[in-house]
């Protein structure tokens, strides 16, 4: 019996090999090629222009020169969809500018539940450190994160502030926002397109006043990290994240089309806690572009039921246009 001819799409990805080696797994390729969708590495040692031809292309790499090469790819072949733009991404490398999108959201919600973000404050200059936390009312504990979030071991440095004496040992510029206890569980929203999916992690314990009257001064988080793990079990963390409550799934659907729609992405995810002072209050703690999915159970066909949208919606439009 003869084959049937089935059109096939050619993904490009442009990765680093650290990536490659997470999110471009065995199962993906197998994954996406029974759905008719072939996943091509692009080498970045040629140019791009003269490789594909692709239907989209993937890509967590920047710099001025990468930026020449979509460029141009783009100008040559209009019908190349490229996930994402550049410029849309750039947003999320600044912490400040990155959650100010959250407040700007108009989504329906249900009349019980609120959400915002923490509140923050740029410092530039650590002569200002008091004045701007003594203006905003931000209240000890305070999380230090830098500025710039790209990904690097230095975009990760972050430490928990739990005096004034402890903001001397920061270095800015930097992001000093307000810790909020949430019981110890982050809820992490990952989107591709249309797809969404919720789960949830361990985060950092919640700080009583007795606790803030006689910790250090300061402590990064991986020291953090290390005595809460000298105080739990395993087995203590694990029913922790198990017996915390979901967010309601409308909700948290809402809130990541409303931020696809205003970042102008379909790769991210976004970090979610509950305050614990009023239980029905969430608030977005972070962003990111391209986040770990293979962490996902089923990663495979959440990312190819979004690649043949992709390239799907593109046919679709090519068709329109040409009738």
């Avoid at 490009?12 to 490659?20: D, F, R, S, T």
């Avoid at 759905?35 to 003269?50: A, E, F, T, W």
């Avoid at 950092?204 to 793990?229: C, K, R, V, Y």
């Avoid at 948290?252 to 009023?278: C, M, P, W």
Wanted: net charge negative; proline share 6%.
């Amino acid at each position: 019996m003869a084959e049937q001819n089935v059109t096939r799409y050619r993904i490009g990805y442009a990765l680093e090999p650290k990536k490659v080696q997470s999110f471009i797994q065995s199962s993906l390729i197998i994954h996406a090629k029974n759905r008719g969708i072939d996943l091509v590495p692009i080498d970045l040692s040629k140019p791009l222009i003269d490789q594909g031809p692709f239907h989209c292309i993937i890509h967590k790499l920047y710099g001025p020169e990468w930026r020449k090469q979509l460029e141009e790819l783009s100008s040559r072949n209009p019908d190349v969809t490229v996930v994402d733009p550049l410029d849309a991404i750039d947003r999320l490398h600044n912490r400040m500018s990155m959650l100010q999108v959250v407040n700007e959201l108009k989504v329906s919600l249900q009349t019980e539940i609120s959400f915002g973000i923490p509140k923050q404050i740029f410092v530039e200059n650590p002569a200002s450190f008091y004045d701007f936390i003594e203006t905003e009312g931000l209240k000890f504990p305070i999380i230090a994160k830098p500025l710039v979030a790209d990904g690097s071991a230095n975009s990760h440095q972050m430490a928990l502030v739990f005096s004034k004496e402890g903001l001397k040992g920061l270095n800015p510029p930097i992001i000093l926002q307000e810790f909020v206890n949430h019981g110890g569980v982050i809820f992490k929203v990952y989107v591709a397109g249309e797809h969404v999916k919720l789960v949830k992690r361990k985060s950092l314990p919640d700080i009583s006043e007795e606790t803030l009257g006689t910790s250090e001064n300061l402590l990064s988080f991986s020291q953090i990290s290390n005595l809460t793990a000298q105080d739990q079990s395993d087995e203590s963390v694990a029913r922790l994240i198990e017996e915390a409550e979901m967010p309601p799934l409308s909700f948290v659907t809402e809130i990541a089309y409303g931020l696809k729609q205003a970042l102008k992405l379909h790769l991210f995810n976004f970090d979610v806690i509950r305050d614990s002072r009023v239980g029905n209050r969430y608030l977005v703690i972070d962003i990111n572009y391209f986040p770990g999915y293979a962490k996902l159970p089923s990663y495979e066909t959440i990312l190819t039921d979004f690649f043949h949208d992709i390239v799907q919606r593109r046919t679709n439009l090519d068709d329109h246009l040409s009738a």
